[in-house]
């Protein structure tokens, strides 16, 4: 009966999707996007798409998300907006992070990468436009990967900051208390595996379109930059997000080495309490502004 009952409301509220969608203005890029998509399955084979072409779309994302934190070091305005104001990025750190980003991107990611097109094959996932999912269901299903990314990471991550294993792999990734976008992704190389994890289950028990990889990976990756940005960057449209973890949340856990596990958002953190060393300190800075105020 209850199941009964849930269809019925997730069928209730597909329709409205639907009339909502209907009501929208046609994508001007729509047609634009599509011969673009043909252009690349007419020239292109399975392999190379989903192989090669999920490398590009990562390597090219990846650095384009960073460029605005990394814009910001040499913009005096937008130092009021760090949040370790004294931490400053360095030109070391910051060439010691980029090489090991290319060992991680091409040595354990580009192997894994590999492994999608077999996926897709096994598991019959369509490439073709006309089996393309629409824009909310393509949108609902990033954020169940999103749900389940989120949950695999707060507890792995949690078990890494053990006491008895934490210096041996994930010690690596706090080696810079103060985050910066680029260092998203700088970890040890069993910790891109262990934490990656989580990207792929998501894709594994919701993926009906080759597309969801590629879609999934963009807001994946503007996450991870953001919440490593080392910014906080007021009117920044991901705050609206209900739940959304966001660069102070994830800051301060660079900063203190504990608490705030969550990569997305704060929901495990709350359950759990292991939030509670961070409200109280934005409590504490409170105070302090209206002292000074």
């Known amino acids: 009966m209850a199941t009964n009952e849930s269809i019925g409301i997730f069928s209730s509220a597909s329709l409205a999707v639907e009339y909502v969608d209907s009501l929208l203005p046609e994508n001007p890029l729509q047609e634009t996007f599509k011969n673009a998509w ?18 590009i779309v990562h390597e090219v994302l990846y650095f384009l998300f960073c460029l605005p934190g990394f814009l910001f070091q040499f913009i005096p305005y937008m130092k009021k907006y760090k949040i370790q104001k004294d931490k400053p990025e360095t030109w070391e750190n910051q060439w010691k992070c980029f090489k090991v980003l290319l060992f991680n991107h091409f040595c354990i990611q580009l192997p894994l990468i590999c492994g999608t097109y ?8 369509p490439y073709d436009w006309e089996r393309m999912p629409r824009w909310y269901l393509l949108l609902a299903r990033c954020f169940s990967c999103a749900v389940i990314e989120d949950t695999w990471h707060y507890f792995l991550h949690r078990l890494l900051h053990h006491k008895r294993i934490y210096k041996y792999i994930h010690k690596v990734h706090h080696e810079f208390q103060a985050p910066f976008g680029m260092e998203a992704e700088y970890a040890h190389p069993l910790e891109t595996l262990i934490l990656g994890t989580g990207f792929f289950i998501g894709i594994m028990l919701l993926c009906d379109h080759v597309i969801l990889l590629w879609a999934w990976v963009t807001i994946h990756l503007i996450e991870t930059t ?10 920044n449209p991901l705050n609206l997000i209900p739940f959304y973890a966001g660069s102070q949340h994830h800051d301060f856990h660079h900063m203190n080495f504990i608490g705030n596990y969550a990569s997305t958002f704060t929901w495990w953190d709350r359950i759990f309490g292991t939030d509670s060393q961070f409200i109280a300190y934005n409590k504490k800075m409170k105070k302090i502004e209206k002292k000074t105020e």
């Open 118 to 125: 077999y996926f897709t094959e096994y598991f019959n996932i």
């Open 226 to 235: 953001d919440v490593h940005s080392g910014y906080d960057i007021p009117l």
């Open 38 to 55: 043909n252009y690349m399955l007419n020239n292109y084979t399975k392999f190379q798409i989903a192989t090669w072409g999920s490398l």
